[in-house]
């Protein structure tokens, strides 16, 4: 038994061949950057354009090269380009074809580039792309919302805290209060568009070149504001994939939040609403269940993304500056986040426009648990002076009446109140029913039918110019 047969034997596994099946299998990254073929041939164009306006390269070897790469666009989109993970990634496969095309001028090409700019430019014109996409589905999943929240401003439902019923609000209510969680979500995608709104392409290695290369052009060309002032900044930055899967997390986090509600309202026991069928599976073995799989999946989902972000912070935290072959690993984490974030997202615009809500069940709901205990207190130190913490001592003295003979706070006698403290009226009823409650919540953002729709209005002014 030779040595080399012995090591083989340890560290080959399934690559048959040894080492130099591991090192391609572990360095190859075209089975997921191929996703960046767009991009690449857009910033090769761009790059060549340049080096032909500076009189870096000719006219006309600029015009085959142009040529060729859109040649190479239409070959991939057809699916007729095989992919080879001899070349490594996307940019030296789209290099070794357009060689295969029109010949030497393809070597002129990569002048006054490195793979490092080139990657670095494509990745971000990706992602760009992508925050956009990002960016329009939150203000569809924000008008679904709003939509839902017009038509029940009015609809009472129990206001929870630690999972308990706590003060009677309005269903639209709650629909806006996710509406202004999307709308940070918005704001955050919009803040980290401008932030990467910068081109790296031209900072070459790490150092930037000595080719009189113009990377004003470049950046005009490619849609981004200016180029990155600092070429080893440029190289080593990925803070743009960064911030798109930060702002994806809390995306998927809201999302999830909303999954888990879905999936709680739609329980039986709650039934406040009802999904569509469309959003929901039959279970295959009892016929009575409805299962809400579409927003379990949302909720599941979010730890997808949520990884993904840890993922990259994780790759990111050992580099020194400036590229490393580690940085290659941010792209799946990226793509996947966008495929699953996109998913969730239109996943849950569905939900919110197909369910049904059950305006009976919710107001039912509302009226129990004591929910108004909170409007008798208020009463207590508006209309008869006390203060509040002796206002909540009686409150929780007539909850606790209410409990021994089984009834809710509302359906106590006016004697029964009065045992409490003598000082009550009648009066003190029109702020127990449930409706009364809601109606009285008029400060500044509050529960009251008449605040809601005000946020409403305002809301859908402010989305109609987003
Ligand atoms: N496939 C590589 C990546 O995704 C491209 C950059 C390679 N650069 C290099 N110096 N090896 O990061």
């Known amino acids: 038994m030779s040595d080399k047969k012995t090591s083989n034997q340890m ?79 996307i940019h030296m496969n789209v290099e070794a074809r357009l060689a295969d095309l ?63 019923a706590a003060q009677p609000v309005t269903f639209g209510h709650h629909c806006m209060a996710y509406v202004e969680m999307f709308s940070r979500d918005l704001s955050r995608v919009r803040d980290a568009i401008e932030r990467m709104d910068e081109s790296p392409l031209g900072a070459a290695a790490l150092a930037g ?84 799989d579409a927003a379990e999946l949302v909720r599941g989902k979010t730890g997808r993304v949520n990884g993904h972000l840890v993922g990259l912070l994780t790759v990111m935290k050992g580099m020194p500056l400036t590229y490393g072959k580690d940085m290659q690993e941010d792209k799946e984490s990226v793509f996947d986040a966008a495929e699953t974030l996109d998913l969730m997202m239109a996943a849950m615009t569905g939900m919110v426009a197909d369910m049904t809500v059950n305006a009976a069940a919710m107001k039912k709901a509302a009226g129990s648990g004591h929910a108004t205990a909170t409007d008798l207190a208020d009463w207590l130190v508006r209309t008869l002076g006390l203060p509040f913490r002796e206002a909540h001592h009686v409150t929780g003295r007539a909850v606790a009446l209410a409990e021994d003979k089984k009834v809710s706070l509302e359906k106590l006698s006016l004697e029964d109140l009065q ?40 809301w859908k002014k402010r989305l109609a110019k987003a």
């Open 11 to 89: 560290w080959g596994g399934r690559f048959a061949s040894g080492p130099a099946a591991i090192m391609e299998a572990i360095n190859a990254s075209i089975s997921f950057d191929r996703k960046l073929y767009a991009q690449d041939i857009r910033g090769s164009i761009a790059h060549s354009e340049m080096l032909a306006q500076t009189g870096i390269i000719s006219a006309a070897d600029q015009e085959k090269i142009a040529h060729g790469l859109n040649t190479i666009l239409k070959e991939i989109e057809a699916g007729s380009l095989e992919f080879s993970t001899k070349l490594e990634d």
């Open 102 to 164: 029109i010949g030497p001028a393809a070597g002129r090409l990569h002048t006054a580039r490195s793979r490092n700019d080139q990657v670095a430019v494509d990745l971000r014109l990706w992602v760009k792309d992508e925050c956009f996409r990002v960016a329009e589905a939150l203000k569809g999943l924000m008008t679904a919302l709003l939509e839902r929240a017009e038509e029940h401003a009015a609809t009472v439902m129990p206001g929870f805290t630690h999972m308990q």
């Open 209 to 292: 070149t000595s080719f009189p290369i113009d990377r004003h052009q470049t950046a005009r060309a490619l849609g981004f504001r200016e180029p990155m002032r600092n070429s080893l900044d440029s190289v080593s930055d990925r803070d743009f994939a960064l911030e798109f899967l930060a702002m994806a997390a809390i995306c998927a986090t809201h999302l999830s939040r909303l999954a888990e509600e879905i999936i709680i309202w739609s329980t039986p026991q709650f039934g406040f609403i009802r999904l569509s069928d469309s959003f929901s599976t039959g279970s295959s073995i009892m016929p009575q269940k409805k299962n809400p």
């Open 419 to 458: 045992s409490i403290n003598p000082g009550i009226t009648s009066d003190i009823f029109s702020v127990l029913a449930v409706q009364n409650s809601i109606k009285s919540r008029t400060s500044f953002g509050g529960t009251a039918p008449s605040e809601v729709r005000k946020q409403i209005r305002s």
